[in-house]
């Protein structure tokens, strides 16, 4: 095979602006690969962005790959494309693709390289030295590591000898050979950012600036690889006390966090308010006044939640959770769909009951004929689903392209959606495993599991790779399941999850609070991955007992205290019906204005009070004066006495007819406190 550079030079050759007799460039004394050189430069100046010359289409001639997915590809359309025109070897400052993207000719783009920097000069030297696919031995990509040196992040990248081309032209001679295990500063090179510029905003060029309070991480991304530093600017809160003794292992490492950040641990809220918050989040309703009477004498968190999770409502109400998780169509869905959705629903329920933990669930979800997974027909898109649903990876951009943003090759994705490809008949009455074919060679895919926290990838023997399959998503050798897992549960309790997006977890989206996170992982494991076991881990924190406070306030932003948060639809129906006594006819709608709307001028609470026979009517009737029915009210919706202010306020319409008393319960159902976890 003709290596690149004599492949310019064939071209070079016989156009009427090179003369045949033109000498042969000399290369400069240094090594050149054009995957680690020359594209980074191409991606870190936005050249192969979806925006420029990395669109479908390509722009103004020119077509990259996207996110310099493909080097073959953008090799050739620099190099070799329309008989090499863009690179100029006799005189390499005159190469169309510098004097573009230095601004001397005309450009959509304009300027792009700095003139006279390290891009520009790395460039030059590349032509200079023949525009090759790699000049010297053929370098792999090992590892990235990243630190702060004064104002500025430095990037570190490892390399070591390639064991063979990766998909790329023929390499020319060998000529400086690097030593194996090379680390170079690839800062002029590395694409930097920070996770929160308000705390740290760093440039282009990897200079950083300080800004506000808080913690944020620099990163840089260099190749596929990721690689990041934490910043941590404490507050200058005057509050905020030395970390106390804790026992327990999810309170140390919040206090450890809190500490760090120069945050104080907040003291906790009173028992009828955690009594309320055990109630809402394990079955969905407030706690009835003789619940909450017997956990304001002794609030007893562990015996509450032994006897809760024993209820109906929790599995019912966990089921859901479950659902969403699953992506489960929404109940009431009609058509063949619909009824899946619902049977799969009614598992969950049923799993949830007789104790499945969460582990043995998912194998359902993987393993369940007609369930879950094979409501999914194309096999990339079960892949994308068990990605993001069961290992908590958003690998769907990998589908097209590498992986912008993570280490996901395209070539990865394609070989784990094959193992998602459907049974197919063998002929002999049984099935095969079944295959996919690629798109462009047409050739068969080796199905191949992911590679995942240092386990190597590997393939599935198995004629139905089900059982393999479901062994691999759920923990063999890794834990990304359990992460996802106890992210996902954290997010159910607190309203948001430690990693945000809930199903973005990669080195680039770090957790807000690390040690939490293996604090929950480290209860996952030791208990098997029983949700009682890690819900009541969690309940049993102080971190759970926090009070809320404003969501933009750094309290909330750092776990220092809780969100208040919406009811979901279904919960919020579901406390109704269990305050009011009688089942609600009718749904609301997810948008929290249309919800607030509907409450407010649509008839479902005014039907539901009107209609009689409700608790409301009994509270009223049974309760001799306006003070006793009022503090009965507030207990039964709002689970705590009134307070000074609302008793004087509201006293005298508890003293007037069931209408007026009927009327202050729909003002209180719809009221902001009744409709949030707080």
Request: charged residues 25%; contains cysteine.
């Amino acid at each position: 095979m003709k290596s690149v550079l004599g492949s310019v030079l064939l071209v070079a050759a016989t156009s009427t602006l090179w003369p045949a007799a033109t000498p042969r460039p000399v290369p400069p004394p240094r090594s050149f690969d054009f995957t680690h050189d020359v594209l980074p430069v191409l991606q870190r100046y936005g050249c192969s962005s979806a925006y420029c010359h990395g669109s479908a289409t390509g722009r103004a001639g020119l077509k990259l790959s996207l996110f310099g997915s493909d080097p073959a590809a953008d090799h050739a359309a620099l190099a070799t494309q329309l008989g090499g025109r863009r690179v100029d070897l006799r005189e390499p400052d005159q190469s169309l693709v510098l004097q573009k993207a230095l601004g001397r000719l005309d450009h959509g783009g304009g300027r792009r390289l700095p003139r006279d920097g390290s891009a520009h000069h790395l460039l030059r030297d590349w032509i200079a030295a023949g525009a090759p696919w790699s000049h010297g031995e053929r370098r792999e990509l090992q590892a990235l590591h990243v630190h702060v040196r004064g104002d500025r992040v430095v990037a570190e990248a490892t390399f070591g000898a390639s064991q063979a081309p990766r998909g790329g032209p023929a390499a020319s001679e060998t000529r400086n050979q690097p030593d194996r295990g090379d680390v170079v500063d690839v800062s002029d090179t590395a694409l930097f950012s920070s996770t929160d510029p308000t705390v740290v905003e760093v440039d282009a060029e990897g200079r950083f600036e300080l800004r506000g309070e808080g913690q944020a991480w620099l990163m840089a991304r260099f190749g596929n690889l990721t690689a990041l530093t934490r910043i941590v600017r404490p507050f200058a809160r005057a509050e905020a006390a030395a970390p106390r003794q804790t026992a327990h292992a999810l309170d140390r490492e919040l206090l450890a966090h809190l500490g760090e950040l120069g945050l104080p641990h907040l003291p906790p809220v009173d028992s009828r308010q955690l009594a309320r918050r055990l109630h809402l989040d394990l079955v969905g309703r407030p706690p009835t006044p003789q619940e909450l009477d017997v956990f304001a004498a002794k609030p007893d968190v562990p015996a509450t939640i032994a006897r809760l999770v024993q209820k109906r409502e929790f599995a019912e109400v966990w089921a859901a959770h479950l659902a969403r998780w699953f992506e489960l169509p929404e109940a009431g869905d009609e058509g063949p769909a619909g009824a899946a959705a619902a049977r799969s629903r009614d598992a969950l329920v049923q799993a949830i009951g007789r104790g499945d933990s969460l582990p043995a669930i998912a194998r359902g979800v993987v393993l369940g004929a007609g369930g879950v997974l094979d409501r999914i027909g194309d096999a990339r898109d079960r892949a994308d689903f068990a990605g993001r649903a069961l290992l908590g990876m958003r690998i769907g951009c990998a589908r097209c392209h590498d992986h912008p943003s993570d280490r996901w090759r395209h070539e990865e994705h394609v070989a784990f959606s094959a193992c998602f490809a459907p049974p197919r008949p063998d002929g002999a009455g049984g099935t095969m495993a079944g295959a996919m074919f690629d798109t462009e060679s047409g050739e068969r895919v080796e199905p191949r599991f992911l590679e995942l926290d240092g386990a190597l990838a590997r393939g599935s023997t198995a004629a139905d790779r089900r059982g393999e399959l479901a062994d691999f998503l759920v923990g063999s050798g890794h834990d990304a399941f359990a992460r996802n897992a106890c992210n996902r549960v954290f997010a159910m309790l607190f309203g948001r999850g430690l990693v945000e997006p809930i199903d973005d977890h990669r080195l680039g989206n770090p957790p807000l609070a690390a040690g939490l996170l293996a604090a929950l992982v480290g209860e996952f494991h030791r208990t098997g991955g029983q949700l009682p076991a890690l819900l009541a881990f969690v309940m049993t924190s102080g971190a759970y007992a926090a009070p809320a406070a404003a969501a933009d306030g750094p309290d909330a932003a750092y776990l220092a205290a809780r969100t208040s948060r919406p009811l979901l639809p279904a919960t919020f129906l579901r406390a109704v019906t269990a305050v009011v006594g009688r089942d609600v006819q009718g749904a609301l709608p997810a948008s929290p204005l249309a919800r607030e709307l509907a409450l407010r001028n649509g008839p479902l609470l005014h039907s539901l009070l009107a209609g009689g026979g409700t608790t409301i009517d009994a509270t009223f009737e049974v309760c001799g004066t306006p003070h006793e029915r009022l503090v009965e009210l507030w207990r039964l919706l709002l689970s705590r006495p009134p307070r000074a202010g609302e008793e004087q306020r509201f006293l005298p319409i508890a003293g007037q007819d069931l209408a007026a008393f009927r009327d202050l319960a729909w003002a209180v159902l719809t009221g902001r406190e009744f409709g949030h976890h707080r």
